[in-house]
């Protein structure tokens, strides 16, 4: 750290000296008139003799992360936002700028004009003619940054993670390619996307524990949205028919590898569909999400994952349909689990599973499916037919009415996506929420609310629908063979740094 405070006083020093030679150390608009990657693929294939008798001029900015000072010459390497160039420092240059080159530091953004050549290496590169200090960097960057493991200080400190790991960038390039791609997807097969409120009076469309805060104007209590769903579904009533919301949903339970309290989803709704359809629809979204972020559709999959090691997933359809109780049959749970909470709940003890003294039946199969199944699906799934309890939106199965007409897609022993055939009985709707009222006064937190704007809604009549949830942060994670959540969050939430 004294090392560190000493260079960054000799920085301040160095900055001081700019200003008393009248450098303004934080500059001004500068003209580019090309990108390091642009130059780089416009010229790859032209010779040393070529660029000299051609004699190309460009200007290009960024930050210096490489210096080698000769003396009488010198080179560097500057990094913009699209990759990186060499540039030569010539004995006039370095003296007609002394008082720009003698302050040089790595880290530091400079914009630069003059002709390209190949060095002897036969590196493209800028010999440059006029030198401009455009933000004198105070801090140095790390220089052992690429062998860090530690994810939170990567995470905390993005800014310079973006800097010195090129594959970091190219991570939320990808992420942004990602979310531009679902767009496309969805708006060239007639969806209309939409916006609803990210402050719920009611929070709904999902089992979980809201984030509250207080609206001072109206003296209400309000909740950050743990789901879009009853809006949404409130669109179809009105008469939309295909409608889709990319969008942050915030809930306030733990942290870890797979859960940040603020994340992002995609929720879309469709008319006349069913759970059927969008396992269909599911298939063909996915890999052709997996191909153009990817080009293909296998990707390594865990920490050994490589050309010659670990697992890959594929994601060529159709995937395999189970239901959830087979799913847990599979892997050594005996079926009677499924139909009797009694032996449910001694599963769970002698598997040593924690399980709350007041949780429902269903409560108990999602834990046991939670802790022996899930991690065992890696290879894309749908798993089906949900107990009712656990799905108070979601229509029931004609031929079984406890279960419900829903499934969850499972892609590297994670949940990626939750779709149900959309309850649409107003009845049934608040026979149901009014379960999850008795559910939350024995305790359980995440039970739903009561909203009875929304069986009001339903109530004028919402035609037969299908939705589903797509958790974007995680679906990226498996596209890019990423281990921890907060890896494809530019600024996840992280506990104080003091």
């Not at 220089?143 to 995470?155: A, M, N, P, Q, V």
């Not at 590297?412 to 006064?441: H, T, Y």
């Not at 995680?474 to 969050?489: C, G, H, K, W, Y």
Request: charged residues 30%; negative net charge; contains cysteine.
């Amino acid at each position: 750290m004294e090392e560190g405070n000493e260079q960054v006083q000799e920085r301040i020093k160095k900055r001081d000296r700019l200003r008393e030679e009248h450098i303004d150390p934080y500059g001004n608009a500068f003209a580019v008139t090309r990108k390091a990657a642009d130059i780089i693929r416009e010229f790859e294939t032209v010779g040393k003799d070529e660029l000299e008798s051609e004699n190309i001029e460009c200007t290009v900015a960024g930050r210096i992360i490489s210096l080698r000072n000769f003396g009488k010459t010198a080179f560097a390497h500057i990094q913009d936002g699209t990759g990186r160039i060499q540039l030569y420092f010539s004995k006039d240059v370095i003296t007609g700028s002394q008082g720009i080159f003698k302050n040089l530091d790595i880290g530091d953004i400079v914009g630069v004009s003059g002709k390209l050549f190949r060095t002897k290496t036969n590196e493209l590169t800028v010999q440059i003619s006029t030198l401009t200090m455009l933000c004198k960097s105070l801090r140095p960057l790390p220089e052992k940054w690429h062998g860090l493991k530690d994810i939170e200080t990567r995470c905390r400190q993005r800014y310079v993670d973006l800097i010195v790991n090129p594959h970091v960038k190219d991570l939320f390039s990808k992420r942004s390619k990602l979310i531009k791609t679902i767009r496309n997807f969805f708006d060239d097969r007639g969806f209309i996307e939409v916006e609803t409120p990210m402050m719920h009076q009611i929070p709904g469309g999902a089992a979980a524990r809201p984030f509250k805060t207080h609206h001072n104007a109206l003296g209400l209590d309000l909740f950050l949205r743990i789901a879009p769903e009853l809006y949404l579904k409130r669109l179809l009533v009105g008469g939309y028919e295909q409608v889709y919301e990319i969008n942050k949903n915030f809930r306030n339970e733990g942290i870890s590898a797979k859960h940040n309290p603020e994340f992002t989803m995609l929720e879309f709704y469709i008319s006349y569909k069913d759970y059927n359809f969008l396992m269909d629809f599911t298939e063909e979204l996915i890999p052709h999400l997996c191909q153009e972020i990817n080009g293909g559709l296998h990707v390594p999959f865990g920490e050994d994952a490589g050309d010659n090691a670990g697992e890959v997933i594929d994601f060529t359809p159709p995937w395999p349909r189970m239901s959830m109780m087979d799913a847990m049959d599979k892997q050594g749970v005996p079926r009677d689990v499924f139909k009797d909470i009694e032996k449910a709940r001694e599963f769970a003890d002698t598997n040593k599973i924690d399980i709350e003294k007041k949780a429902g039946h269903g409560k108990i199969l999602d834990e046991i499916f939670s802790k022996k199944v899930e991690p065992k699906l890696v290879q894309p799934v749908f798993i089906t037919d949900y107990p009712v309890e656990l799905s108070p939106l979601a229509k029931r199965k004609k031929e079984d009415p406890e279960l419900a007409e829903r499934f969850e897609l499972f892609i590297g022993g994670r949940e990626i996506a939750n779709a149900f055939s959309e309850l649409n009985d107003p009845a049934d709707q608040m026979s149901r929420f009014l379960e999850q009222v008795e559910a939350r006064k024995a305790g359980d937190e995440e039970a739903s609310y009561m909203d009875e704007d929304f069986v009001r809604a339903l109530e004028y009549g919402m035609p037969p629908a299908a939705g589903e949830g797509i958790g974007i942060d995680r679906l990226l994670m498996i596209l890019t063979n990423t281990a921890s959540i907060r890896d494809v969050i530019l600024f996840p939430q992280l506990r104080p740094e003091h």
